[in-house]
């Protein structure tokens, strides 16, 4: 086992003081982390939960505030500045993405139906 140093805060250290046994689990934990925030799950979760007809599908967008995140990592990417963990937030949002996109597609043979 390795040991390493860290310099805290020292209210962060009696916190941490507190999970001395625990803290290999927390920060391996911390570790495997979703590469996005829950809310933006929980956004389109809530989205496909809500049964979305074909013309909700066909005209879903993230939120704003996802917008500019998205933005901004694509910007970063063009000039090669991402950090790693943002290549995998960006990665988790294309794979997302596709998914809507895929679902869209599904969709258009019901748009062309009742137009």
């Not at 496909?48 to 500019?68: D, K, M, R």
């Not at 937030?89 to 062309?112: Q, T, W």
Request: glycine share 2%; proline share 9%; net charge negative.
């Amino acid at each position: 086992m390795v040991t390493i140093t860290l310099e805290v805060p020292d209210e962060l250290a009696e916190q941490i003081a507190q999970l001395r046994e625990r803290l290999p689990e927390w920060l391996a934990l911390s570790l495997h982390q979703p590469a996005l925030p829950a809310a933006t799950y929980r956004y389109i979760l809530d989205f496909l939960a809500g049964s979305p007809s074909p013309e909700q599908i066909a005209s879903f967008t993230p939120p704003a505030e996802v917008q500019e995140r998205l933005r901004t990592l694509l910007e970063r990417s063009t000039h090669d500045t991402l950090s790693p963990v943002e290549q995998a937030e960006l990665d988790e949002y294309e794979r997302i993405e596709h998914l809507m996109v895929l679902m869209k597609a599904g969709s258009m043979p019901f748009l062309a139906t009742t137009s």
